[in-house]
């Protein structure tokens, strides 16, 4: 079996790999030039597809799992859980905005270059609590049995950016992350 902890964690070095490659486009607004919104929006859609369709419905399983063996915990984890609902909507929003763009609309530079840093520094300080405060403790605490339920609790996916089945759409994304590697 695959070590739970060590693949929970691979998928947030992936995340945070993303997140860097959207602060670069970020930084392209204040140049003044046009950011890659095409990079931005694969950046967003995968986001959303595979983090917020699967990784986060897993945490909140393992969460679940972990406030009643960590009472200590439940708030923290409670905060986490309501994170992944602002996160699905807020990169829900910057995914319509970006769509929006490619499709010719007018929209305020300023009101994407908001939208996306904000996606960013929330996401990642939520990522970086996740590794501070909950790793570690789940390791420790959570069963087999535990990770059986959270495994079960979300249909099995297959990533569509980082598994050897990998997605033709994302083909650009893939080069991006290579060359920053
Ligand atoms: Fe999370
Ligand atoms: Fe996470």
Redesign the pocket.
């Known amino acids: 079996m695959i070590d739970p902890i060590a693949a929970w964690h691979t998928e947030h070095v992936y995340f945070n790999q993303l997140l860097g490659l959207l602060r670069k486009q970020i930084d392209v607004f204040h140049g003044g030039e046009r950011p890659n919104y095409e990079l931005m929006l694969d950046i967003v859609g995968y986001l959303r597809d595979y983090s917020d369709g699967f990784?986060?419905p897993r945490?909140d399983a393992a969460f679940a799992r972990l406030a009643k063996r960590c009472p200590d915990l439940e708030l923290i984890l409670a905060r986490?859980s309501q994170?992944?609902r602002v996160i699905a909507h807020a990169g829900e929003a910057l995914r319509e905005q970006l769509q929006a763009i490619l499709g010719g609309a007018i929209i305020p530079r300023a009101a994407v270059e908001v939208a996306a840093a904000t996606y960013l520094v929330y996401y990642g300080n939520?990522?970086a609590k996740?590794e501070e405060d909950v790793l570690t403790r789940a390791a420790k605490e959570l069963t087999k049995e535990d990770w059986e339920a959270v495994r079960a609790a979300v249909p099995a996916g297959r990533d569509p950016l980082f598994d050897a089945d990998r997605e033709e759409r994302y083909r650009e994304l893939r080069r991006q992350i290579a060359l920053e590697a």
Request: charged share 35%; aromatic share 0%.
């Open positions: 990784h986060h945490e986490l994170e992944h939520h990522i996740e």
